[in-house]
């Protein structure tokens, strides 16, 4: 009995230590994002299934689910994750093939992304982005002293994110794996790979990546809609022109939420890849630099507990998931604002979408807990 009150007592006081910048930013993202999903799917779940509370209630099961597992993680050591490497990296690298296999893939919008699960589905790019960064921290901090060198340093990480990002390609996800190779150049230059090899190793990707555009029609408009989205407003250039509207019209306060005009079927998927676009039009400047200081806040206390780490494995660690969430926001918020082409990628921690909710929610749980143990360590 004693025993089991001296565990319940630890756990309070680790529970009671968390790092109240990140879980609130995190928190609040979270409770923002549900508020637009409602608002922006709207109508558009009452024409589809009959229930304008269809894709919000949804998006409620899928942020309990993160929630749970977040706070499992907050708890979970972080060395459990270096132990369990190898298998984490097998069953992503599965689900990434398993979406070929007929009747257990998906295919929507002419894209075979998901795996099946029952009544609902699963995108195994999202998990595997999650295993990439837990692969790379513990593979970078293991050869730290030879980083340097290509064969050991540089060639086995790309074969291992190579893999993954070639079997994204293949699923027609090209914004996903853009944000894996922007994960790997990043987090192996941090890691200590040399320039020229991660300079040489861009010079022979560009290629691929301009024939992966070249062979699709529908990427090759992006593009141009991207060079002049004004050439065609009611046609490719469609949706990046309403998005600009929706930050045009929002002004200071914004219409006010539920208020905003462009969900109304001139941005397709409003609850999705241009949910900030509804934001802006509905919550205005206010909205817009409320969600863009929460996620810099989430930045900064993750690149500060990475700094703060007494091993390179933490360092990595926290580095890779901050990176994780903090590179997909910046890109699609540079979509939507016509700063990229467009990618098809969410907001992280907003966007609709259960897949991309429950593992950015794991990222910030694992970030939670190195935030604890390094400063309990400290103190």
């Not at 007592?9 to 790092?19: E, N, P």
């Not at 597992?69 to 992503?92: D, E, H």
């Not at 699609?332 to 907001?347: F, I």
Request: proline share 4%; hydrophobic share 55%; glycine share 10%.
């Amino acid at each position: 009995m004693t025993e089991n009150r001296s565990r319940y007592r630890a756990m309070a006081r680790q529970a009671a230590s968390v790092d109240l910048w990140l879980l609130g930013s995190v928190l609040l993202l979270c409770g923002l994002g549900l508020i637009m999903v409602m608002s922006a799917s709207s109508v558009l779940a009452e024409g589809r299934y009959n229930d304008a509370y269809f894709l919000f209630k949804h998006q409620v099961l899928s942020l309990g689910l993160g929630l749970v597992l977040m706070i499992l993680c907050r708890f979970l050591p972080v060395s459990l994750y270096a132990k369990l490497i190898y298998p984490i990296l097998l069953l992503s690298l599965a689900g990434l093939i398993l979406v070929f296999v007929p009747g257990v893939g998906l295919t929507a919008g002419g894209a075979t992304r998901w795996l099946r699960l029952g009544s609902g589905s699963l995108q195994p790019s999202e998990p595997a982005k999650l295993a990439l960064v837990l692969f790379l921290a513990y593979s970078m901090a293991k050869k730290k002293e030879s980083m340097g060198s290509f064969s050991i340093g540089l060639l086995p990480h790309l074969l291992v994110a190579g893999l993954m990002i070639c079997l994204t390609l293949l699923q027609k996800d090209l914004g996903m794996a853009v944000i894996l190779t922007l994960l790997l150049l990043v987090m192996l230059y941090l890691g200590g790979a040399r320039l020229s090899h991660l300079l040489g190793f861009v010079v022979a990707a560009v290629p691929l990546g301009v024939l992966m555009v070249l062979i699709a029609p529908y990427r090759v408009k992006r593009f141009v809609t991207f060079a002049d989205p004004w050439a065609d407003p009611l046609g490719a250039g469609y949706q990046i022109v309403h998005s600009f509207l929706a930050f045009g019209s929002g002004g200071i306060f914004g219409a006010g939420i539920g208020s905003g005009h462009q969900k109304l079927g001139y941005l397709p998927e409003p609850h999705t890849d241009f949910i900030f676009s509804v934001l802006a039009e509905e919550a205005g400047f206010i909205g817009v630099g409320l969600v863009v200081v929460l996620f810099m806040i989430l930045a900064w206390r993750g690149f500060y507990w990475a700094r703060q780490a007494p091993d390179y494995y933490q360092r990595y660690l926290a580095t890779g998931l901050t990176l994780l969430i903090s590179i997909q926001a910046m890109v699609n918020m540079a979509v939507v604002l016509g700063l990229l082409p467009t990618t098809g990628l969410t907001l992280p921690l907003m966007s609709y979408g259960g897949s991309s909710l429950v593992v950015n929610l794991i990222a910030a749980g694992i970030l939670l807990r190195l935030s604890d143990t390094l400063r309990r360590s400290s103190v």
